[in-house]
């Protein structure tokens, strides 16, 4: 597994940690299966799947 840093905003940690005490798994269980899930379902789109309207500067 490659390990990655992203910045989240505490509202959306601390849905996730709920989500995830509540299914006794840790964060990072349900982060990386809801960015499996993600890919999964944008797999062979057009090469945007965000739809470009929410783009962040990346770097």
Same mark, same amino acid.
């Given at each position: 597994?490659?390990?990655? #840093? *992203? #910045?989240?905003?505490?509202?959306?940690? @601390?849905?996730?940690?709920?989500? @995830? /005490?509540?299914?006794?798994? %840790? @964060? %990072?269980? *349900?982060? &990386?299966?809801?960015? /499996?899930?993600?890919?999964? &379902?944008? /797999?062979?789109? @057009? +090469?945007? +799947?965000?739809?470009? %309207?929410?783009?962040r /500067?990346?770097?």
């Amino acid at each position: 597994m490659k390990r990655i #840093t *992203v #910045t989240v905003d505490p509202d959306d940690y @601390a849905e996730i940690d709920r989500l @995830a /005490r509540s299914h006794d798994v %840790s @964060a %990072s269980w *349900v982060i &990386r299966r809801s960015m /499996r899930e993600f890919l999964d &379902r944008h /797999r062979g789109d @057009a +090469p945007d +799947p965000m739809g470009g %309207s929410e783009k962040r /500067r990346v770097g």
